[in-house]
């Protein structure tokens, strides 16, 4: 062991890859020499929801916090395999004063993998301090309180980090291969990594784009422009909630001295509720972990599972249904890693109502490709939507009524759907419609250049409806429902 140096603090990076208001990191810093760690975790590469894309973008957020923190004076070391194989390594080198990290509301394995790591360091007497990263209550026992408890976290000052001066690491910087992600697995659209696209985001949204949030959201034309697309970065955090609620706040007080101030006060206001939304939800996992395999309601139990249609899901998720507006939201996905919450929230609907999927299977490959995967606000959100929390307004979305609404001249479509480009736009929503005759003369033929619909539109629609609320109506799905609302809602 080094003799040089006295116990090290380790600041655990996480999903929280920013050197800017960072509580672990700046109590580190006060208390000593400190070094920073991130570990490509086994376990997360081999969970259902892992993707190339994922890593990807941890990289990319590693690549910018590794030069901000050298220009703090903190190294970050980059190690592969299990956290507690880590500590057991780094520990053998040299001592660990202290362990720092943020709060994670993760999946199962990242709960087991947090257990491992507080039984390790109470065997080796290693402390380990552990602080909030988002507007989540660990251990809440009323719902009802939570709105306060949220603020009081989020609506904080924002924490400044000094840095140290500069000293040899005991531990190499890098150990091991870097897994770099297969190109050929990666998404060419997505979203880069790193807080200096987070802070580009930010400055563009409330400089200008941000205005219009309000009338952009629904339409996957204008949504890629008019939301604010943070949602990657706030799950990697490279920018932290409460700095968004802080630039939200600053836009406002600039507002009101304004004559004019356009659309931007609502605008403000529905995004601002959406990042109370993101809260909420996350901690609905919190309170409630199995949510990522159980329905949040039992009384759904065995709704949907016998009946799991392979073919079905298989073109679902490569947008292969016959349904234009899902196989286009299905092929953006797969080019951008991300698609707009409407648009996640139809393909979700049309997955468990007209094919009448169980929702888990849908829920990973979801998962798998939202660069911006974050578990307690997607499996919250995937029931929600298949209706399973007995508590949420029932929802089947149309996919005509979508492209109708959202796509009215077929510009989403087309761009997405290249051989579509010959129907004409009064057709786009039914292809297979398409008179015999007008297809014979444009050289469109559905069925050839395009799938037939998997499952009758109307019937579909109809089946599910009807089987959906026969459930929902039940003594016991409502009985169950009240104890749901308890659980979960701080408006009771
Ligand atoms: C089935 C389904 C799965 C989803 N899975 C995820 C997920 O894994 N990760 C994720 O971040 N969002 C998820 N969402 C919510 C939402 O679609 C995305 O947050 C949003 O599209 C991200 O884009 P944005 O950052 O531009 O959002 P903006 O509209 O600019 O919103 C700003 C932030 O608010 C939060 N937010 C926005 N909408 C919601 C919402 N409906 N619920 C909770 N928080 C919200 C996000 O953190 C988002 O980044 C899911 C929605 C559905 C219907």
Redesign the pocket.
């Known amino acids: 062991m080094s003799t040089q140096l006295s116990p090290l603090h380790l600041v655990w990076f996480k999903r929280d890859l920013r050197a800017e208001d960072h509580e672990a990191l700046a109590e580190a810093l006060q208390s000593g020499p400190t070094v920073g760690l991130f570990v490509i975790e086994d376990v997360w590469l081999g969970s259902d929801e892992f993707a190339p894309a994922h890593l990807q973008f941890a990289l990319e957020c590693l690549k910018d916090l590794r030069a901000t923190l050298a220009g703090k004076g903190v190294p970050l070391l980059i190690r592969t395999g299990s956290m507690v194989q880590v500590l057991d390594d780094l520990r053998r080198e040299h001592p660990i004063h202290t362990l720092y990290s943020h709060q994670e509301t993760g999946l199962d394995w990242s709960f087991k993998r947090d257990l491992a790591v507080g039984s390790w360091c109470r065997h080796h007497s290693v402390a380990w301090r552990e602080f909030k990263q988002f507007g989540v209550v660990r251990k809440l026992k009323d719902r009802k309180t939570w709105p306060s408890k949220r603020s009081d976290i989020i609506e904080r000052p924002i924490i400044r980090v000094t840095g140290q001066a500069p000293f040899v690491s005991p531990w190499s910087e890098w150990t091991g291969a870097i897994p770099v992600p297969d190109r050929a697995l990666l998404k060419p659209g997505a979203q880069t990594g790193g807080r200096s696209a987070a802070l580009s985001l930010l400055h563009s949204f409330f400089e200008e784009r941000g205005e219009h949030y309000s009338g952009s ?1 629904s339409s996957p034309n204008t949504a890629n422009e008019g ?5 990657p970065h ?2 990697w955090g490279t920018v932290s909630l409460s700095e968004v609620h802080w630039a939200i706040q600053k836009k406002r007080s600039i507002l009101h001295a304004l004559p004019r101030t356009g659309k931007w006060l609502r605008s403000l206001e529905q ?1 601002e509720s ?2 109370w ?2 809260c909420h ?1 996350i901690q609905k996992l919190e309170s409630e972990p199995s949510m990522e395999f159980e329905n949040v309601n039992r009384e759904f139990d065995g709704m949907r599972e016998s009946e799991f249609d392979d073919a079905k899901f298989d073109a679902w998720c490569k947008g292969e249904t016959g349904f234009p507006m899902i196989d286009a939201c299905m092929k953006a996905l797969h080019r951008d890693g ?1 698609i ?2 409407r648009m ?2 139809m393909l ?1 609907s049309f997955a468990t109502y007209q094919l009448w999927l169980h929702w888990k299977k849908p829920a990973i490959f ?2 798998r490709h ?1 660069v ?3 578990p307690g ?2 499996y919250s ?2 029931q929600m ?1 298949a209706g399973v929390t007995g508590i949420n307004t029932i929802r089947i979305y149309s996919p005509k009524k979508q492209l109708l609404d959202q796509d009215p001249e077929g510009r989403f479509i087309r761009s997405h759907l290249p051989e579509l480009s010959r129907v004409p736009v009064s057709d786009l929503a039914e292809p297979h419609l398409m008179p015999p005759l007008l297809q014979l003369e444009s050289g469109f033929q559905a069925g050839v250049h395009y799938p037939l619909p998997i499952v009758d539109p109307e019937e579909s629609y109809r089946r599910a409806k009807e089987r959906i609320f026969e459930w929902k109506n039940r003594s016991e799905v409502r009985r169950a429902a009240k104890k749901v609302l308890q659980r979960h809602s701080s408006h009771t």
């Open positions: 959201i939301c604010s697309r943070l949602s706030l799950t995004f959406r990042l939304w993101h939800f991300w707009n919450f996640r929230a979700l979801l998962a939202f911006d995967f974050e606000i997607h959100q995937v939507q």
